[in-house]
């Protein structure tokens, strides 16, 4: 069993075939060579107005030949690209965290779902043995974990590398590439425990393959 406690509605699994073209050493290589803020200066920097996490998430894909879509269509969900600071010149999907991940999943069973697989944790659950494993030995390099506080989806972040006991996190924000899953899950829990009752954890697999 994945969860421990609760059950979410919301997750899926794609085809395998999903998002195959997905180049996961480029997207490695993307958030490794530009997670120090303030990043790829081909970009606007959002850290003043809002925060720049999922802006460097979108990049990241980006980078590994996810294709963008949608264009002029900035509030669609189905919508994800930058060609510029502003919208319509950008989605809100490109920026937002939520959009982001109604995007690449679903938020609250709302979402385009492109994403080959989609998982939701409880803190606790993501914490516990068996859910930290699951998490473990679902992600690779350019996938995506974010998280929701009572106040709402508020951060993303994305796997770089992993070793034989830990996965490590880019991300724009407080923090560089140092984290790794675990720590972050415990800072971010003793955070939590100074503003929020409840967090959960969101899990995105880009494609199947893990190369």
Request: a neutral charge; aromatic letters at 20%.
């Amino acid at each position: 069993m994945l969860f421990s406690s609760n059950v979410f509605a919301g997750e899926f699994t794609n085809s395998e075939t999903t998002n195959s073209n997905f180049n996961r050493w480029n997207a490695k290589v993307y958030a490794e060579t530009y997670a120090n803020y303030p990043g790829n200066s081909s970009y606007y920097n959002y850290m003043s107005s809002g925060g720049d996490c999922t802006n460097f998430a979108s990049q990241v894909l980006s980078a590994g030949s996810m294709s963008m879509q949608g264009s002029p269509n900035y509030s669609y969900d189905s919508s994800w690209y930058y060609n510029g600071a502003n919208v319509p010149y950008r989605s809100y999907s490109w920026t937002g965290v939520t959009n982001f991940m109604r995007h690449w999943a679903n938020y609250n069973d709302i979402g385009y779902n492109r994403a080959y697989k989609f998982r939701i944790y409880s803190l606790a659950d993501a914490l516990s043995d068996s859910g930290y494993y699951a998490i473990y030995k679902d992600l690779y390099e350019g996938d995506i974990i974010q998280y929701k506080g009572d106040g709402g989806i508020d951060h993303s972040q994305v796997v770089h590398r992993y070793d034989t006991t830990h996965l490590y996190m880019a991300q724009h924000g407080t923090s560089s590439d140092r984290f790794y899953y675990n720590q972050q899950l415990k800072e971010y829990l003793g955070w939590v425990n100074n503003q929020y009752t409840n967090v959960t954890v969101y899990t995105t697999r880009i494609k199947y393959g893990v190369t």
